[in-house]
């Protein structure tokens, strides 16, 4: 089993699934579960006292805006569930293991491709090296249009993401690709799209197995 993410998203090309895949899920599963309990707990304190053991004469005020935040909570919970359902089919039945090499091949694989999900790439920023994962965006950045989903994702914000970068390279890869370090992806259009990816290219360290 390879577990060098650097070649993780140069294998994603051929469109198949790598075997780096369910540890990838499972991290992005974990990281949904995460989710459900910060979205959950903060909206239960308005329902903390509706329980079984309401006493006959009780009442509970539940206030309009707190009854339109649970209208809300269900729709993210919603859409949680189906982000899960999704994950779940790439893992398979029986033990498993997570190793941090093939979650971030994994992640470089997917973010390669094109990740739409702006939440998604920032998470495949959090798991790679700077080596590997600004050559996987530039990939990206060349071969698909995802990044026009990513309206509130800032430059800056995901190329300051990845581990290891440090602010003078960053700051060097901006002034390549003239862009402003608060321009958003999704207002970049192909030629700074372009310049970025070169950018990017060109100020990556070399990448370690």
Known sequence: MRTCAGAGWERGRSGAVSEEA????LLQI??????????????????????????????????????????????ALAEVAGRL???????????LGVAYGEVAAGAAEDLGRG????????????VLDVATGW????????NADTHAAWERTTIAGLLGRFRGVDGRTLRRVLAA??????????????????????????HAPAERC
């Open 115 to 126: 990740i739409i999900d702006p939440a998604r790439a920032l998470l495949a920023a959090r």
């Open 177 to 202: 690709a003239e862009i402003d370090a608060d321009a958003a992806f999704a207002a970049c259009d192909e030629h700074a799209t372009a310049r970025l990816a070169a950018a990017l290219e060109e």
């Open 85 to 95: 359902q999704t994950l779940i089919e790439d893992v398979p039945d029986g033990e």
């Open 30 to 75: 974990a990281e949904l579960l995460r989710t459900g309990d910060d979205l959950l707990l903060p909206r239960l304190a308005a329902l903390h006292a509706v329980t079984p053991e309401l006493a006959n004469g009780d009442e509970i005020a539940v206030a309009a805006d707190e009854a339109a935040e649970l209208r809300m909570l269900a729709e």
């Open 135 to 142: 050559r996987a965006l530039a990939h990206a950045l060349r």
């Open 22 to 25: 369910p540890s990838w899920s």
